[in-house]
């Protein structure tokens, strides 16, 4: 069995000594074993560009070392996720490293578990385990919101997630686990309803953080235009992408009265230069006085439901940093906004507009406008044998489409670059 080991300790640890020893107890089982130590690898953030669907079908349009990584991914028979939680998530290397496994899934939509999802590209997908080490501040909460959210992305990378443990196993039990391969599959996370978020003294200015890597140019930042619209009051917007300004975004969120950090769903959680952020956070963990904490995230997906996963994690976030928590937006369709006429998002941005002003004069996101904007939190199952027909139709895909022939790459949408051939 071919098994490959993606380590993302940032940095040589008590990871790396575990990882170590299991590596020849799966040596010693007959396999063949390919550790990648992500540290080591030129891994560029996934930027949001959709090269790697629209313009080199399979595989990221940035020459990066994802190539070589994804190749060891889609070849094996086993992955396992490795990574120490930082602010209580796998490292902001492991989060760029998932966001890089966009590549090797089709653009085009199906319909799995009654939602939709991506289409696979290649033939197989390899079993999933995930290997976390503990912070001195993770509870068990910690972990089944990781574990929920990995399993939730496993379901996208077309596979499902066997395991999730921690480096207090044996690594005689974790090589066993791998190697078994009737081990029974975790059962996928169910549906969640919205997070409530608190009332807090109305503030008088809000620090908007826009985490979307397109920067300016991406859908996140007019959904916190338009709630700024409705505030009405001060407001100032920091663009996370730009990583070099973070000791700055750090400060601004210290110093803010209140702030929204938005961004798309990115591999059923936030973009790595949002974990990123996350982690330059810590130093402010335990200090008096944090901010209010409301959170936006827009995806691509029809459904509310995909973004519910992380909304619990953002939770927990806002209780780590001891910040009031007020809530989260979740939008589907997002992807749209930025090319919608306006006659499109009137009914959209009427509603970010009345998050706003609800803010501005109750202190509060309104439940019940978050839920209008969240609709369609899941599609009525007897909907799903029309929306199966409609993913059948030229229409259902003519965004990406249109993309592939403009950049002459429409006879190669369904290439399989990486499957036992060379990346030339």
């Excluded at 730009?242 to 110093?255: G, P």
């Excluded at 769903?265 to 008096?288: C, N, Q, W």
């Excluded at 439940?367 to 044998?385: M, N, S």
Aim: some cysteine.
């Amino acid at each position: 069995m071919k098994i490959t080991i993606l380590n993302g300790n940032p940095q040589p640890g008590a990871l790396d000594t575990y990882l170590a020893q299991l590596e020849p107890a799966l040596k010693a089982g007959g396999h063949s074993v390919t550790q990648l130590n992500l540290r080591e690898l030129i891994l560029r953030y996934c930027v949001g560009c959709w090269g790697c669907w629209a313009k080199t079908p399979g595989e990221c349009s940035n020459r990066d070392d994802s190539h070589e990584m994804d190749r060891a991914i889609i070849n094996a028979d086993f992955v396992l996720w490795a990574a120490p939680l930082k602010m209580g998530f796998p490292t902001k290397l492991m989060k760029r490293v998932n966001d890089k496994h966009l590549p090797l899934i089709h653009p085009y939509m199906e319909v799995d578990q009654g939602e939709a999802h991506h289409l696979k590209r290649y033939p197989r997908y390899p079993r999933l385990g995930l290997l976390l080490e503990k912070e001195a501040t993770t509870d068990e909460r910690d972990l089944q919101i990781v574990t929920d959210i990995h399993c939730r992305t496993a379901l996208n990378f077309k596979t499902r997630l066997e395991f999730s443990l921690t480096t207090e196993t044996p690594t005689a039990d974790v090589a066993r686990r791998i190697a078994d391969k009737a081990t029974a599959c975790l059962p996928l996370p169910k549906r969640f309803p919205a997070t409530e978020g608190v009332t807090v003294n109305p503030p008088r200015s809000l620090t908007l953080l826009n985490g979307s890597p397109r920067g300016r140019k991406g859908n996140t930042p007019i959904f916190l235009r338009e709630i700024a619209a409705g505030f009405g009051g001060p407001s100032e917007t920091h663009h996370l992408v730009r990583l070099s300004d973070t000791d700055k975004m750090v400060a601004a969120f210290a110093e803010a009265e209140c702030v929204i950090l938005g961004f798309p769903l990115y591999t059923d959680s936030m973009p790595g230069i949002v974990k990123h952020f996350i982690e330059a956070l810590e130093p402010l963990v335990g200090r008096e006085n944090n901010p209010p904490v409301g959170f936006v995230v827009q995806s691509g997906f029809p459904e509310g439901l995909h973004s519910r996963y992380i909304e619990r994690y953002l939770e927990k976030l806002a209780a780590r940093l001891g910040s009031p928590y007020l809530g989260t937006i979740v939008k589907g369709n997002g992807e749209g906004v930025r090319i919608m006429p306006l006659s499109m998002n009137e009914k959209l941005f009427a509603n970010l507009q009345a998050i706003g002003a609800g803010l501005a004069s109750a202190g509060r996101f309104d439940p019940a406008v978050l839920a209008k904007i969240a609709h369609p939190e899941q599609f009525p199952a007897l909907l799903g044998p029309v929306f199966k027909v409609f993913l059948r139709l030229p229409i259902a895909h003519s965004y990406f489409d249109n993309m592939l022939k403009q950049n002459g790459a429409y006879e190669r949408r369904f290439a399989q670059p990486f499957l036992d051939g060379d990346l030339d």
